[in-house]
């Protein structure tokens, strides 16, 4: 099969790449490397895949790079994740995160694309899940609190136009916090890899808020495999990938320091806009729809990420 990865340089990009020439894909990859890295492709460039600098901003340059791959499945990762530079900066986000998503559109619409599989967000389009039933359904209000959130709802609701206009056969996979291997953890990253990063640097990790916001963290293998799944099914809108667990911060660091049998105590820094106290998701539709489950336990995930950075815990 002929696939087609936007953001395939970065975190889960470049894990969703590996699997795809594991089953023996043609892939091509589109990103700008503005947060993607090139040393993320080595083995993958090295196995026959193409990577192609381009932003998908730059519609000409997209729609050329897609016509001449005739993917029979694009995956459209590329985005601005940062939920602080949205806050900072809406106008930019929503440069990449919705007129590029527009962009990608017209380049599927244009050259046929079979399936359309985008990755969107359960951790920030849902809004606060506090006083909510917990975890949230596909079917729940969306509220988005960060323009991160809102630019991802407008890249669900532009798929979902091009559905009724054109018929482009689509679907969108709302991710739970997604961490593993490749996370950076000295950049704008989620926190499992930013503290995983201070427990290997000997730093304390810092703590937002009270420690008590939960999330719902998502190995990026299983997200990896329900993305394979989402490519190869008929279904269509919004579908959650997550574990529908809550886990806090402090709880996060705690296994940590456990994992490495070290001290790890937090520094407590102020709340920061735009992000939620509780969230979590419900997979049950990915499990019926797309035979799909999260099956790496956190703390399995925890001790695999954070071996990655470092040798083996002992």
């Known amino acids: 099969m002929r696939s087609l990865v936007t953001g395939g340089a970065g975190f889960i990009g470049s894990n969703l790449v590996d699997a795809l020439l594991a089953r023996g894909d043609e892939v091509t990859i589109v990103d700008d490397l503005s947060t993607g890295r090139r040393e993320n492709l080595v083995e993958a460039l090295a196995g026959g895949a193409e990577l192609l600098e381009i932003d998908i901003r730059d519609r000409a340059a997209l729609e050329a790079a ?18 602080r530079k949205s806050v900072a900066d809406p106008a ?19 050259v046929g694309v079979p399936r359309l599989v985008f990755s969107s967000t359960g951790g920030a389009i849902y809004g606060e899940g506090d006083g909510r039933e917990l975890p949230l359904r596909e079917d729940t209000a969306v509220a988005p609190l960060s323009p991160y959130g809102q630019s991802k709802q407008a890249g669900e609701l532009y798929l979902g136009l091009y559905e009724r206009l054109y018929g482009v056969s689509s679907v969108c996979l709302r991710l739970g916090n997604v961490y593993g291997p490749r996370q950076d953890p000295l950049g704008e990253a989620g926190v499992i890899a930013i503290f995983c990063g201070a427990l290997r640097a000997g730093a304390r990790p810092v703590v937002f808020g009270d420690g008590l916001q939960t999330r719902d963290y998502i190995f990026v293998g299983d997200v990896v495999a329900a993305m394979l799944a989402a490519a190869s099914s008929s279904a269509t809108g919004a579908i959650n990938v997550g574990t529908g667990i809550e886990t806090d911060v402090l709880t996060l660091i705690s296994a940590l320091a456990t994992l490495d049998d070290s001290p790890f ?3 407590f820094a102020p709340p920061r806009t735009g992000e939620v106290q509780r969230i979590t998701i419900d997979p049950s539709r990915a499990e019926r729809d797309l035979a799909w489950r999260p099956r790496t336990a956190l703390a399995e995930g925890l001790e695999i990420t954070l071996r990655s950075l470092a040798p083996a815990v002992a």
């Open 66 to 83: 897609v016509a001449g791959a005739a993917p029979e499945v694009l995956f459209h990762l590329a985005a601005q994740i940062d939920v």
């Open 92 to 110: 930019f986000d929503a440069s990449i995160n919705v007129a590029g998503t527009a962009n990608v559109l017209e380049a599927v619409r244009a």
């Open 265 to 267: 105590e937090p520094d």
